[in-house]
Nanobody
Framework: QVQLVESGGGLVQAGGSLRLSCTAS??????????MGWFRQAPGKEREFVAA????????YYADSVKGRFTISRDNAKNTVNLQMNSLKAEDTSIYYC????????????????????WGQGTQVTVSS
């Protein structure tokens, strides 16, 4: 059983920054063996991919809508994955979810939410224009 807990959401003005964190835990969970992703879902919309990072942190992936503004990183010693969000826009307003998957990114796309095994409860990000 894997537990993922997000933090760092909040209200920010357009152009501002937020840093989301996700801490993973589990009795038999080995964080460094999992790829990690961030997804988001706005009211009335489908969940969409935001960013992902492979087990080592050596490969990162971004949605076109956030490329150049968001940065994903991980600290395997602390079992955490972070999402630094800069130059925020009103359209970034969503609930942001952290997710973990055991299937290597080399086997299938990291952007598909159904490939992820475990999910956090989400953290709200609201960007005011």
């Amino acid at each position: 059983q894997v537990q993922l807990v997000e933090s760092g959401g909040g209200l920010v003005q357009a152009g501002g920054s937020l840093r989301l964190s996700c801490t993973a835990s589990g009795r038999t969970f080995i964080f460094s063996r999992y790829g990690m992703g961030w997804f988001r879902q706005a009211p009335g919309k489908e969940r969409e991919f935001v960013a992902a990072i492979n087990w080592s942190g050596g490969s990162t992936y971004y949605a076109d809508s956030v490329k150049g503004r968001f940065t994903i990183s991980r600290d395997n010693a602390k079992n955490t994955v972070n999402l630094q969000m800069n130059s925020l826009k009103a359209e970034d307003t969503s609930i942001y979810y952290c997710a973990a998957r055991s299937t290597p990114f080399s086997q299938n796309s990291p952007t598909r939410d159904y490939q992820y095994d475990s999910w956090g409860q989400g953290t709200q990000v609201t960007v005011s224009s």
